[in-house]
């Protein structure tokens, strides 16, 4: 259930690293859709965030990444181990001192069709009270299936799941949102669609061009 209230302040944690082997090891972040990277994408979509942290290696323009990144505090880590996973990245971006915020999103880096909207949804889900509403909501995709890192969560249960776990290196996902109070949110607009293999960026790119010349 969503209120008139407000929106809560929120930070963003984008995961940007990942071996990408279904890509041949390729820089995925740094793909193109539509003229833009991947990553670049994403930071436009969560540019209302009051802080944002990239777990990932910073690349050629990891300092102007996103069109409103100069207007945003934006922080950079790797996780620990690298290759560590999922939870060990979050982990890494939950030691940043600058995330203060109430609610923070938690976002792949390969997100070509998040945009503000999505982003303002996941947010605006979570204004309910605190002790019985929801601690997450989530994207599902047309399957289905769960999207964590298309999803905003409360930003204590989600930190208080992160310290039962004990050590993150090599956790899954679901072991850390599992048991979460959770919003699911249906996603015509495909906002939680990634690009895991090249067929799914051809796809992007496809829907991306066919957007484009529609707005000419």
Same mark, same amino acid.
């Given at each position: 259930m969503t209120t008139g209230r407000t929106p809560l302040?929120?930070?963003?944690?984008?995961?940007?690293?990942?071996?990408?082997?279904r890509l041949g090891g390729a820089d995925k972040p740094r793909l193109t859709v539509g003229g833009r990277s991947?990553?670049?994408? &994403?930071?436009?979509?969560?540019?209302?965030a009051r802080t944002t942290v990239v777990v990932?290696?910073?690349?050629?323009?990891?300092?102007?990444?996103?069109?409103?990144?100069?207007t945003r505090k934006l922080r950079w880590t790797r996780e620990q181990p690298a290759g560590g996973g999922p939870v060990a990245a979050?982990?890494?971006?939950?030691?940043?001192?600058?995330?203060?915020?109430? &609610?923070?999103?938690?976002?792949?880096?390969?997100?070509p069709f998040l945009d503000?909207?999505?982003?303002?949804?996941? &947010?605006a889900a979570l204004t309910d009270?605190?002790?019985?509403?929801?601690?997450a909501a989530m994207l599902v995709d047309a399957e289905g299936r769960d999207q964590p890192l298309a999803a905003a969560y409360r930003s204590a249960p989600l930190r208080a799941a992160l310290d039962a776990l004990g050590d993150p290196a090599g956790q899954p996902l679901r072991r850390l949102t599992g048991g979460?109070?959770?919003?699911?949110?249906?996603?015509?607009?495909?906002?939680?669609?990634?690009c895991d293999t090249w067929e799914d960026l051809a796809r992007a790119r496809?829907?991306?061009?066919?957007?484009?010349?529609?707005?000419?």
């Open positions: 302040p929120f930070d963003a944690i984008v995961l940007a690293g990942g071996a990408a082997r991947l990553l670049e994408r &994403v930071l436009d979509a969560c540019a209302a990932g290696p910073e690349g050629p323009g990891s300092e102007s990444s996103g069109t409103a990144a100069a979050v982990a890494a971006a939950l030691a940043e001192p600058a995330l203060r915020s109430p &609610v923070l999103l938690l976002l792949a880096a390969d997100l503000a909207g999505a982003v303002r949804r996941l &947010v009270d605190e002790a019985s509403g929801p601690q979460l109070r959770t919003l699911r949110l249906p996603d015509p607009d495909g906002a939680s669609q990634d496809h829907r991306a061009a066919q957007e484009q010349a529609a707005d000419e």
